[in-house]
């Protein structure tokens, strides 16, 4: 077989793999695994605003320090958000034509309220980060901001009670998406055996329910006066 021969076969095999179930699956798994990553790494660079102006605004400075690097890491995330949400819009298509006819009485027996509404949760989130990098990247849609001075920004920012408020919610949903979506990712990963299996639904739960409050804390400090 000649290598233009192989390359195209190669390439038909993994069209193949992506069309079905399982590879859609797996493109959420890879895709949700980067993102959970990077919003970790996210909270905790935040967080740092308890430290004060020198702290963050270093940590700023250091995100900044390599624009190579950052906007090759911009357009990993970029690309992991959208072909997450086309995998995910994909395979419930796939399991709409699955089941043509609806039930006439729907039980939502092993479903959970995180699971259905994984699909709106996913599109308003995007939404919200497109909205945060304009509040506190790029400055358009902040009113006060000034280039380079993160602790000034996140201040100013959420001194706003309706910025506030958009991002509560928001993380709120987005505790609802990981909880359910952490756990979803382990079993496309095949990490589904009974004996570890309950842990690793705690662990989904109790990570997404850390990364809301850490988020969370900050707006609800600004508005408390506690971060000024």
Known sequence: MSAAASTFAQKAQSHRFYDSTIGKKAVMAVTGAILFGFVVVHMLGNLQVYFGPEKINAYGELLHSSPGLLWTARLILLTSVVLHIVAALQLAALNKKARPVGYVRKKNIASTYASRTMLVSGPIIFFFLVYHLLHFTTGQ???????????????????QPAASIAYIVAMILLVNHLHHGVWS???????????YMP?????????????GVGNISIPVSVLAGLLQ
């Open 199 to 211: 842990w690793l639904r705690r662990f989904s739960a109790a990570a997404a329910i850390l990364i």
């Open 185 to 195: 990712m382990f079993q496309s990963l095949g990490l589904n055996h009974p004996r």
């Open 141 to 159: 849609a902040h009113p006060n901001f000034r280039a380079g001075d993160v602790y000034h920004n996140v201040i100013a920012g959420f001194q």
